[in-house]
């Protein structure tokens, strides 16, 4: 999905929080900075003049955007450390002798003001290069591939050993007391399932994100995401147990109305909003996946997540369950995958 950085405020955060490609893309850009203060900055006369544009240009967009430039870097330099920024940089820059203060850009705040400048052509060519740069990492982090970025936590595998214990009791209940054709009546209540958490069927999920006819679509959800699915899972099963023992075997669409409330439930919405922000979220920063049913709940992806499935705090999935102390971990999810 082609992304526009000049319209969407998510997008534009999303690069500005991934600190794994920004270092990458301050190299390429080969941008000149001021080291002051312990920060690197450019004045807004240097901003203008990288992109092209008059200064004035750079002073509206400013005043029009203020509390995000803010957010990502822009300061007001004033007082003293005016006083100090004007002794050590007189020569490499145009200040009036008398002005109270000055705007300053830091590199985040910098890049972020070429993402909302549309009358510069500089900046239109930062926007693609960015993207690349973004685009890029992630695959060289991931292996060329996005499917099982969500495997990259170090919270995933516990998760999904949990997930699969309480799928169990779903499915032994479907078996017992819901009727129907066996292999028809279970993906017909999994559907409703993912219909409640996630708005969209199974199906529905598995074109977004391309997924093939033997992949498991519980393996593509991130840790947080599929310990909400193994509560809700769990409380289906013992709902199906529970009016099962009461009024007999169930159908698939009293099954379904199960989910529904259970969805609407006071104890389970927030968890399955909380969901829904997840994958809608992190599926569009990580796997360019729009997801549209749920675009409501969309956010900025954390400086913290880009780390825990990028950076530093990421791990290699497949290099984990190699290891002997985990074949029997590796025997259990082949064997779910397998179902």
Do not use: W
């Amino acid at each position: 999905m082609a992304k526009d950085l000049t319209t969407s405020a998510i997008d534009r955060q999303n690069v500005l929080n991934n600190n794994v490609a920004l270092p990458r893309i301050q190299e390429a850009l080969d941008v000149k900075l001021l080291e002051f203060d312990g920060r690197y900055v450019l004045t807004k006369q240097m901003v203008a003049e990288y992109y092209g544009v008059d200064y004035r240009t750079i002073s509206r967009y400013v005043e029009n955007h203020q509390e995000e430039l803010e957010h990502n870097g822009y300061f007001l330099c004033k007082g003293k450390s005016l006083k100090d920024f004007k002794l050590r940089f007189v020569q490499d820059i145009d200040v009036p002798k008398n002005t109270p203060q000055i705007g300053l850009f830091d590199f985040r705040s910098f890049l972020n003001i070429g993402m909302i400048l549309t009358e510069s052509e500089k900046a239109k060519e930062v926007r693609a290069r960015i993207l690349d740069i973004v685009i890029a990492t992630i695959n060289e982090k991931t292996g060329g591939g996005t499917k099982y970025i969500n495997r990259r936590d170090r919270e995933y595998l516990p998760a999904a050993i949990q997930e699969e214990n309480y799928h169990k009791n779903l499915t032994e209940a479907v078996n017992k007391y819901v009727d129907g054709h066996k292999t028809y009546k279970y993906a017909q209540v999994m559907d409703a399932i993912y219909k409640a958490v996630f708005c969209e069927k199974a199906k529905e999920y598995r074109k977004l994100l391309d997924l093939g006819a033997k992949d498991n679509v519980r393996r593509t959800l991130y840790a947080e995401v599929l310990r909400v699915v193994s509560s809700f899972e769990n409380c289906v099963a013992f709902e199906i147990t529970r009016q099962a023992k009461d009024r007999g075997v169930l159908t698939v669409a009293e099954v379904s109305e199960i989910c529904k409330q259970m969805a609407e439930h006071p104890l389970q919405a927030p968890y399955v909003y909380d969901a829904r922000q997840k994958m809608a979220s992190r599926d569009l920063a990580f796997r360019d996946v729009f997801h549209g049913n749920i675009a409501e709940y969309l956010k900025a992806v954390t400086p913290e997540e880009f780390d825990k499935f990028i950076g530093s705090k990421s791990l290699d999935f497949d290099a984990i369950l190699a290891l002997p102390e985990n074949q029997e971990v590796l025997k259990v999810l082949k064997q779910a995958e397998d179902e």
